[in-house]
């Protein structure tokens, strides 16, 4: 899996845009991006995932850079239980297992 | 939804004795399951893939032997920590993928802890 990197927290106003950076240089061709989140305590949540094009889904956007190195979560209007650590993946499709980084620690405010 | 049940969510044993972590995937079936350690205010860490009808593949530095999956069905995997130490005390989440839904869904994770 490629590797990634991403910042280590981030604040974001209650009701405001909430955008997570992800750099994943090395990324290959066949290789997918996928965001999770993890809510204190609980198990990950698959939140979306692209190849090249932007996907958008009920729960967010991804913007993915043309040469692909980069990409961006957008929470289009953040919540408090939007609070959470953001982890950013990459990976083949068919490629079972998911090595995780260190993410980023969301903290929306009121 | 997909849905992957973990049970206990809570347990807490003592040093030395085992103690077996349940992973359902509730709606689908899964020939494959993974289970992963997060230590506090860490990332999740990947110990082995569980293959149903096979033995499981474990991540480099993890004893096959303290940690026993057995992935008996397609629906149920299940890790048992043996003789366990303070040390093993972790959050144990379990993932599985419903063929028919995108990304893949994870338990609810098990909070051990060995006293």
């Known amino acids: 899996d490629a590797k990634t990197t991403q910042p280590t927290s981030m604040d974001c106003a209650e009701g405001r845009a909430a955008n997570l950076p992800c750099n994943h240089s090395?990324?290959?061709?066949?290789?997918?991006v996928y965001w999770y989140r993890q809510i204190h305590s609980q198990g990950p949540q698959y939140i979306i995932h692209g190849l090249k094009n932007n996907e958008t889904n009920e729960m967010a956007s991804l913007i993915i850079t043309e040469d692909r190195k980069s990409s961006t979560l957008i929470l289009p209007h953040a919540t408090l239980r939007d609070t959470a650590v953001y982890y950013c993946?990459?990976?083949?499709?068919?490629?079972?297992?998911?090595?995780f980084g260190d993410g980023t620690t969301l903290t929306v405010k009121p | 939804g997909a849905v992957v049940s973990q049970h206990p969510s809570r347990v807490i044993c003592k040093s030395g004795t085992s103690v077996k972590i349940e992973c359902r995937s509730l709606?689908?079936?899964?020939?494959?399951m993974f289970w992963y350690r997060q230590f506090p205010k860490q990332s999740l860490m990947l110990m082995a893939t569980?293959?149903?009808?096979?033995?499981?593949?474990?991540e480099q530095g993890v004893e096959k032997d303290k940690f026993l999956i057995n992935h008996a069905s397609l629906t149920l995997s299940t890790l048992t920590v043996t003789s366990a130490h303070p040390e093993d005390s972790s959050f144990y989440i379990c993932?599985?993928?419903?063929?028919?839904?995108?990304?893949?869904?994870f338990g609810s994770g098990t909070r051990l802890t060995v006293v």
């Open positions: 993946i990459v990976r083949v499709e068919s490629a079972g297992k998911s090595t």
């Open positions: 090395t990324i290959s061709g066949n290789e997918y």
């Open positions: 993932s599985a993928r419903d063929p028919s839904r995108y990304g893949y869904t």
């Open positions: 709606d689908f079936q899964a020939t494959t």
């Open positions: 569980s293959n149903e009808g096979s033995k499981a593949t474990y």
